[in-house]
Every structure is written in C-alpha cells, then in structure tokens.
C-alpha cells in the first residue's frame, strides 16, 4: 500500500483545489475589461517606445543628409548618433542643432525640434489611449 501524500501536492493530483486556487481564471480565460486595459498598456510603452527612438532618429538623420562641409564635420557619427538618440530621444535633438549649427540659430532649430518631437510621440499614444479607454 502507498503512503499518503501530504499537504496539497497529492491532494492536487488527484483533482481537489486547493483554497488559495479557488475562483481564479484559468490561463484560458483571457477576456475582458481588465485583460484588454493591460494590452492596451502594453501595446501603449511599446508604441511610446518605438516612436522615441524613431522621431528623433529621423529628425537627426534628415539633418544631418542635408548638412555639407563644417557643419558635417561637427555632425555625430553614426555610433554616437545612435547612443545619443537611444539614451536620451527627444533631449539630443537640441544638442544636435548647437553641435552642428554652433548659435542661436542652432539652440532655435533645436528647441523646435524637440517641441515638434514631442509632439510627434506624445499624440499618437495619447490618441490610442483614447481610442481603447485608458484613462492614466
């Protein structure tokens, strides 16, 4: 005759729950309200993510095809480029413009970069959030 099994293991595999199991969804069970709030977070950091490394990275590097001569020379190379925009998304574009324009005109086309940058991120997702429901 086989020993008992103690505690909840053997107890388990023979086909009783134990409390602290009882009345939660199963891993089939992947439905409402709450699961489709947690997808939208999800699918929100993702996009977030995405559209902070790729507006930035876009805005620098059609500068920088545009640039010629001293402003070139003083434009990132393409490992500090993408350390820059990657680390710090948006706060590297004003950098970028005084690195390469070297003035006002530079600190002007930066900040209005950065603006338009941050426009272009935070509307999109703030957008999605809207059309899923989720209110932060």
């Given at each position: 005759m086989a020993?008992?099994?103690?505690?909840?293991?053997g107890r388990v595999a023979l086909g009783a729950t134990p409390?602290?199991?009882?009345?939660?969804?199963?891993?089939?069970?992947?439905?409402?309200?709450a699961y489709a709030a947690r997808v939208g977070h999800v699918l929100l950091y993702t996009v977030s993510f995405v559209l902070g490394i790729a507006v930035p990275a876009?805005?620098?590097?059609?500068?920088?095809?545009?640039?010629?001569?001293?402003r070139l020379a003083r434009a990132w190379p393409d490992a500090s480029l993408w350390s820059a925009v990657v680390?710090?998304?948006?706060?590297?574009l004003p950098v970028h413009f005084l690195r390469t324009r070297r003035g006002w005109v530079g600190l002007g086309l930066g900040l209005g970069a950065f603006?338009?940058?941050?426009l272009l991120i935070?509307?999109?997702v703030e957008g999605l959030a809207w059309l899923f429901g989720i209110a932060d």
């Amino acid at each position: 005759m086989a020993a008992p099994v103690a505690g909840w293991v053997g107890r388990v595999a023979l086909g009783a729950t134990p409390p602290s199991w009882a009345g939660m969804a199963g891993p089939t069970q992947a439905s409402g309200p709450a699961y489709a709030a947690r997808v939208g977070h999800v699918l929100l950091y993702t996009v977030s993510f995405v559209l902070g490394i790729a507006v930035p990275a876009g805005i620098v590097r059609y500068d920088v095809a545009r640039l010629n001569g001293e402003r070139l020379a003083r434009a990132w190379p393409d490992a500090s480029l993408w350390s820059a925009v990657v680390v710090f998304g948006p706060l590297c574009l004003p950098v970028h413009f005084l690195r390469t324009r070297r003035g006002w005109v530079g600190l002007g086309l930066g900040l209005g970069a950065f603006v338009s940058a941050v426009l272009l991120i935070s509307l999109p997702v703030e957008g999605l959030a809207w059309l899923f429901g989720i209110a932060d």
